[in-house]
């Protein structure tokens, strides 16, 4: 009896590790559900829809990328808790479409995972709560180190960066950030 | 293993087995998203339902400050921004600046706002303002504590509410707070000063930042003795203010420079004008009527890293040598009087030999141009000397060296052997100017058939001006001091006050292109005699006189004299002495042109001669501080005593919310050498102290000095970005592996029991 016990328990952590990863994916992936029907919601009454009852952050922007069909609600808030279910607008950068550098971030293995598909001169655009659409242009990517990211979200001009972690193919989570900057075109009606 | 070895390998049971096997995966890839889940919720749900009983007291908005705090611990600065526009206005003798500091708050948190800020030494502060909106507070003069009760009680009540005070007569602090999210303030300042006169040239200078400077450690290292007594007082603390003039200071490699500045200035000089030159920007002049100028700076707004500097000359071949100006004030009347002596050539007697002690501030703060420029400028004084002359050079950082144990004759050798001596200074190391000016000041000659005189270039970056005043002024003897400031932003309050004490003048040297223009000027001084035992009397009017006793003038210095009156009758004849010969000079009151804010100025000189008496001991500190406060509460201007503290009387933050301080960094100053002054830069992942310990036991030292000395914030204007990697894929890829590797083992321990 006792050969099965090292295969029974290595079975059920490998269970437990699997099902953790994968309710990682659903976690994002569901919630991106919930938070489109949020955002559709908030942009009909104007108001700070919660995707769910206990939520601590809400949908405030949506990023398309029509070229490579790539399209995501933005929670406010860069927390840990908020960037499990949609990329985060980091704390202090202005909204799209204003003066500044808006600054969005996600996980590479998730909602930005189609950052490595964007290419220099794709249109990218965000929509933003109050259902004003801004369309930008891919112009440069950079990477960065985390704390030294050299973004002036004061900056003059009309900007916006997309970040996530850097490289995409990597399963640790390291100090390097990949940056996608983009500059604004202008308002879409 | 009796139940397995039962089974019969057949054909039937092998195929079972292949089935049994797929049903295996599907069964465990149910079960792992099921355990998963319950996994994920048995670890969250605690935490989230932590966070809900904290929302249901307070708003989203808390929430995020909540995650921002957090952040704080990261590391995080916030950013709140700070825009300058500075307007002056020159009539005639004086200058009018309005300083409207514009202080934003693009945070989420109720901030309070801290930015310290130079001003020139000379700067009559009193006005100060603060716009909310449409409304317009206007301070008050209080007492430096009785301000500061007022703001900090003000603040408390969450009303909006600014405090400017003074931590050096050039440093000034402004405080604002209860800045709403997303709110800008406007705080704007006015301070009133007196033109500044070098033969021919008028100059105005504003200075836009601090270096950072070298505030000695705390520890007692000096005992003063009274002359004559016994007893002294042991100093604790050579800069008990060091956190209130150390701001933050961004280091230019990582950072972009900040606090965008825009100048504008209203020229009227009096007289027409010739030429107008900005020493260190580009300017555009424009003159509307002939007489007035509007000069604006070309690049419109540049960011505040060094100081501007102004000058302007007559188009006439002479400038005027007399200028009259009067102001009526409060039942007083005020006299400011400009008066140029006449430049008398030494024809028929030679000079007397000179004696002259060179001291260089080779400090880290002198790093990048300012070191240059100081060199440049010395190597040119030493061409300068005469064979008759004795000199000697000191240089000092925090260690002093002497380049020949006493003066010597300035012969080709020495001269050669000083010259070479100065150019291979290095700039490094701490700001220990005391012991170099005591060793400058030790006259150990004493031969009186030469003038003794000290050169001292530095950039007067210390903390610790007052223990230089105190050394200056007890062991001066017969030397008088020439103070030459280097760099783009030299403490002008050191300079002056230094020069002053030492009964010598003082020059600026901003760039290498003005070392030979302002080094000539300075040799002219030197070498020509200077005009003394000057004193300035009334006819019918009683007057208080400041400065008082009238100090020498030297080469192209003018005469400047503010005198408070009790009517403006008769005349004031100034009488001196240049070189041996008698000098006099009689001005009727009567023709004196009309001026603005000459009281100001005059109050603003009797404060300093205050606190000159007060260094001097010429006066007890109480009797001094008391006619400091009196003249300052009486002309509403801030001083080392006197605060002005401006209250909106509407409360603006809610209650409960958070207030947080944001003290407002500034940039090095132009030129200068980040590492050289703090040291290594701080970079994150490599421990510096292993780097530095590398570079030597002396770097260790001089390190941990300057690390006493202004924090230095690695990247506060930038984003940090947050953490975007999940560990979903390495989990999953573990989990495979733990499930392939089980199977494994599983079907191994099968065989073994099937095959026995």
């Not at chain 1, 070229?67 to 908020?82: D, E, F, K, P, W």
């Not at chain 2, 397995?4 to 049903?23: A, F, H, N, W, Y």
């Not at chain 2, 001269?415 to 030790?442: C, D, H, I, K, Y």
């Amino acid at each position: 009896m006792c050969r099965f016990i090292l295969p029974l328990l290595l079975a059920v952590a490998g269970l437990i590790l699997l099902g953790q990863g994968g309710y990682i994916y659903a976690k994002a992936t569901l919630a991106q559900i919930l938070l489109e029907r949020a955002f559709t919601e908030s942009i009909a009454t104007g108001r700070e829809t919660r995707p769910w009852s206990w939520a601590d952050t809400w949908p405030v922007a949506r990023i398309e990328i029509k070229r490579i069909h790539a399209s995501t609600i933005v929670l406010a808030g860069s927390s840990g808790q908020a960037l499990a279910f949609g990329p985060g607008h980091v704390e202090n950068t202005p909204d799209a479409g204003e003066r500044g550098v808006a600054v969005y971030s996600a996980h590479r293995d998730t909602h930005f995972r189609f950052l490595q598909n964007v290419a220099i001169g794709d249109e990218i655009d965000v929509t933003r709560r109050d259902g004003k659409k801004f369309r930008y242009r891919a112009d440069s990517t950079s990477i960065v180190r985390f704390d030294a990211s050299g973004i002036d979200p004061l900056r003059d001009g009309y900007g916006l960066v997309l970040s996530t972690c850097w490289p995409f193919e990597a399963l640790t989570p390291g100090p390097d950030r990949y940056l996608l900057h983009a500059t604004l075109i202008g308002p879409v009606p | 293993m009796t139940i397995c070895g039962e089974i019969q390998p057949d054909r039937r049971t092998r195929l079972s087995r292949k089935m049994r096997v797929i049903l295996f995966f599907a069964f465990e890839g149910a079960a792992a998203l099921l355990i998963g889940f319950a996994a994920l919720f048995l670890s969250f749900e605690p935490a989230w339902s932590a966070e809900r009983a904290q929302t249901t007291f307070l708003k989203p908005g808390d929430v995020r400050s909540g995650s921002l705090l957090l952040k704080t611990e990261d590391g995080y600065t916030d950013a709140s921004r700070l825009g300058i526009d500075v307007d002056i206005t020159v009539s005639g003798p004086t200058v009018r600046a309005r300083v409207t500091q514009i202080f934003r708050n693009p945070t989420q948190h109720w901030v309070e706002a801290v930015y310290v800020y130079p001003l020139p030494s000379g700067g009559a502060v009193d006005t100060l303002k603060m716009v909310v909106g449409d409304r317009v507070i206007v301070g008050d003069i209080k007492e430096r504590q009785q301000a500061r009760i007022i703001y900090e009680q003000a603040a408390r009540n969450g009303q909006k509410a600014a405090l400017t005070e003074q931590e050096r007569p050039n440093i000034f602090t402004n405080s604002v707070a209860n800045i709403g999210p997303g709110e800008t303030v406007l705080v704007q300042i006015e301070y009133q000063e007196q033109v500044a006169q070098s033969g021919n040239e008028f100059s105005l200078r504003l200075p836009m930042v601090i270096g950072p400077r070298y505030n000695p450690a705390p520890v007692v290292q000096s005992v003063d003795f009274r002359p004559g007594g016994g007893w002294g007082a042991s100093k604790s603390d050579p800069v008990p203010d060091r956190d209130r003039i150390s701001p933050q200071v961004l280091d230019p490699a990582t950072n972009a420079p900040v606090n965008p500045t825009s100048i504008t200035v209203r020229l009227q000089a009096g007289f027409p004008i010739g030429e107008i030159k900005s020493h260190h920007h580009t300017i555009k002049t424009e003159s509307p009527d002939g007489s007035t100028f509007i000069i604006k700076l070309a690049e419109g707004v540049v960011p505040a890293d060094r100081d501007f500097e102004l000058t302007w000359k007559p188009a006439a071949e002479k400038a005027p040598s007399v200028g009259l100006f009067r102001e009526h004030v409060g039942g007083s009347d005020y006299l400011l009087a400009f008066v140029t002596p006449p430049s008398v050539e030494q024809n028929d007697r030679k000079p007397l030999p000179r004696e002259v002690i060179f001291v260089i501030d080779n400090s880290g703060s002198m790093g990048g141009v300012s070191i240059i420029q100081a060199k440049a400028s010395l190597t040119y004084a030493l061409g300068r000397l005469q064979p008759a002359d004795r000199f000697n050079v000191i240089r000092f950082d925090h260690t002093m060296e002497m380049l020949f144990p006493a003066s010597v004759p300035a012969d080709r050798e020495r001269v050669g052997q000083a010259t070479s001596f100065v150019g291979a200074l290095q700039a490094n190391g701490g700001t220990e100017m005391v012991p170099a000016m005591r060793a400058a000041l030790s006259d150990s000659v004493g031969d009186s058939n030469y003038v003794r005189q000290v050169v001292f270039l530095t950039d007067g970056a210390i903390g610790n001006e007052q223990q230089l005043f105190e050394t200056i002024n007890a062991l001066r003897g017969r030397s008088r001091i020439f103070m030459v400031g280097i760099g783009s932003a030299p403490n002008t309050h050191l300079m002056t006050r230094a020069a002053e004490l030492g009964r010598g003048a003082f020059t600026h040297i901003g760039s290498v292109e003005q070392v030979e223009e302002r080094m000539r000027g300075l040799f002219s001084k030197l070498e020509n005699p200077a005009v003394n035992n000057l004193t300035a009397k009334f006819s019918d009017a009683t007057a208080d006189i400041t400065p008082s006793p009238i100090p020498d003038l030297y080469r192209d210095e003018p005469l400047i004299l503010a005198a408070k009156l009790d009517k403006l009758a008769g005349s004031v004849e100034i009488k001196g002495r240049i070189g041996d010969r008698p000098w006099v000079v009689t001005l009727p009151l009567a023709s004196a042109a009309e001026g603005k804010g000459l009281s100001k100025l005059w109050a603003r000189r009797k404060i300093a001669d205050a606190e000159v008496a007060r260094t001097t001991r010429q006066e007890s500190p109480e009797d001094a501080d008391k006619t400091i406060l009196a003249l300052a509460l009486d002309h509403q201007l801030v001083t080392r005593l006197t605060s002005l503290v401006a209250v909106d009387k509407t409360p603006s933050r809610p209650e409960g919310e958070p207030l947080k301080v944001s003290e407002l960094p500034i940039n090095l100053p132009a030129g200068w050498d980040f590492a050289k002054v703090f040291g290594e830069r701080p970079r994150l992942p490599v421990t510096p102290m292993e780097r530095r310990a590398e570079a030597g036991e002396a770097r260790v030292q001089v390190a941990a000095l300057k690390r006493a000395a202004p924090a230095v914030t690695a990247a506060p204007n930038t984003v940090q970005l947050p953490k975007t990697a999940t560990d979903a894929e390495l989990r999953m890829i573990l989990g495979v592996i733990f499930l392939i590797f089980s199977l494994v083992l599983f079907a191994f321990n099968r065989r073994q029991a099937l095959i026995p």
